[in-house]
């Protein structure tokens, strides 16, 4: 079994900034990929941006590409995103995934004010 844990999300202005970050621990660990879901309030859970295991190539949804940027230490079982510019519509509770296995974390919420 693989535990998911994410922490950094807040309250935000609009154009501000925020980091989020998602430990991942249990059986033993490798070649996984990770990334980045969201769910706003009456919405589907969408997919962010994610991040390959060996050449860390990355992926982004067009409405956060150029703002947001996922990164991974595959030493502490870690992946990061980092969110810039964060629009209104940015709001929504951001969920960590890993896959194989599809496991997810419990998920923090992101609030962008305007």
């Known amino acids: 079994q693989v535990q998911l844990v994410e922490s950094g999300g807040g309250l935000v202005q609009a154009g501000g900034s925020l980091r989020l970050s998602c430990a991942a621990s249990?059986?033993?660990?490798?070649?996984?990929?990770m990334g980045w879901f969201r769910q706003a309030p009456g919405k589907e859970r969408e997919f962010v941006a994610g991040?390959?295991?060996?050449?860390?190539?990355?992926y982004y949804t067009d409405s956060v590409k150029d703002r947001f940027t996922i990164s991974r230490d595959n030493a502490k079982y870690t992946v990061y995103l980092q969110m810039n510019n964060l629009k209104p519509e940015d709001t929504a509770v951001y969920y960590c995934?890993?896959?194989?296995?599809?496991?997810w974390g419990q998920g923090t919420q992101v609030t962008v004010s305007s």
């Open positions: 995934h890993l896959q194989p296995g599809n496991f």
């Open positions: 249990g059986r033993t660990l490798s070649s996984y990929h």
């Open positions: 991040i390959s295991w060996n050449d860390r190539r990355t």
